[in-house]
C-alpha cells in the first residue's frame, strides 16, 4: 500500500515556475515507477510526465516537454515536477501516481495508487 500527498500547487503568472512536490508513504517506495497526470475544468485526464522505479526512464508529453522535468529522491520517498515557463493552458489539478510497473508508462490505467491532487492556475 502506498499514501500519495500532492502539494506545492498555486496560483502563478504565465512564465512563472512551480515544483510540484508528492510525498510518498510505505518503505517500498523505490520499486514504484511514478507518474503526473493533470485535468482540467471540462476535460479528461491527461499524461504529464513519468519516471521510471530506477529513475533512468522517463516520458513526457508533448505539450510540456523541455519545461517540464520529473524528478525522485527515494531517501525522501518524493517525486517532484518541476514545471517552468508555464502558460494558461497548463491550469489543472494535478495528480501523482505510483504503480509496479517498472517502466515509465504514460498510461493511466497502469498505476495502482493516486493522490488527491494539487491545484495548479496559470493567469495570462
Known amino acids: 500500500q502506498v499514501q500519495l500527498v500532492e502539494s506545492g500547487g498555486g496560483l502563478v503568472q504565465a512564465g512563472d515556475s512551480l515544483r510540484l512536490s508528492c510525498a510518498a508513504s510505505g518503505r517500498t517506495f523505490v520499486i514504484y515507477s511514478m507518474g503526473w497526470f493533470r485535468q482540467a475544468p471540462g476535460k479528461e485526464r491527461e499524461f504529464v510526465a513519468a519516471l521510471s522505479w530506477r529513475g533512468a526512464g522517463t516520458n513526457y508529453a508533448d505539450s510540456v516537454r523541455g519545461r517540464v522535468t520529473i524528478s525522485r529522491d527515494n531517501a525522501k520517498t518524493t517525486v517532484y515536477l518541476q514545471m517552468n515557463s508555464l502558460k494558461a493552458e497548463d491550469t489543472a489539478v494535478y495528480y501523482c501516481?505510483?504503480?509496479?510497473?517498472?517502466?515509465?508508462?504514460?498510461?493511466?490505467?497502469?498505476?495502482?495508487?493516486w493522490g488527491q491532487g494539487t491545484q495548479v492556475t496559470v493567469s495570462s
Open positions: 501516481a505510483a504503480g509496479r510497473i517498472g517502466g515509465a508508462s504514460m498510461k493511466a490505467a497502469d498505476y495502482d495508487y
